[in-house]
């Protein structure tokens, strides 16, 4: 069983900041794509930001230049900065882990989100 226990989220401002943090533990193995997507009810999940254990990230085409994604291998760590925050960004952001265990093959975690809103 892997948990994923994420923290960070609230209320800010437009053009604030804020840092989301998800730490995993568990039965972990190895690890590959930590990452965070976002979901606003009524609407599809989708990616915000992903990075693989060397450091190659990707991102969601509406938060480049804003989000920066990063991460922790020796704590299983992944973090989310998010600059310049804009209403749209209002969503409950989840974090996501590609691991492998000592008895499985490669599975995928989900956390169980946290809310993030912005305010104008």
């Known amino acids: 069983q892997v948990h994923l226990a994420e923290s960070g989220g609230g209320l800010v401002q437009a053009g604030g900041s804020l840092r989301l943090s998800c730490v995993a533990s568990?039965?972990?193995?190895?690890?590959?794509?930590m990452g965070w997507y976002r979901q606003v009810a009524g609407k599809q999940r989708e990616l915000v930001a992903t990075?693989?254990?060397?450091?190659?990230?990707t991102y969601g085409d509406s938060v480049k230049g804003r989000f920066a994604i990063s991460r922790d291998n020796a704590k299983n760590t992944v973090y989310l900065e998010m600059g310049n925050l804009k209403v749209e960004d209002t969503a409950v952001y989840y974090c996501?882990?590609?691991?492998?265990?000592?008895?499985?093959?490669?599975?995928?975690?989900w956390g169980q989100g946290t809310q993030v809103r912005v305010s104008e």
């Open positions: 990075i693989l254990p060397h450091g190659e990230t």
């Open positions: 996501t882990l590609d691991y492998v265990g000592p008895w499985t093959g490669w599975r995928t975690a």
């Open positions: 568990g039965n972990i193995v190895n690890t590959n794509s």
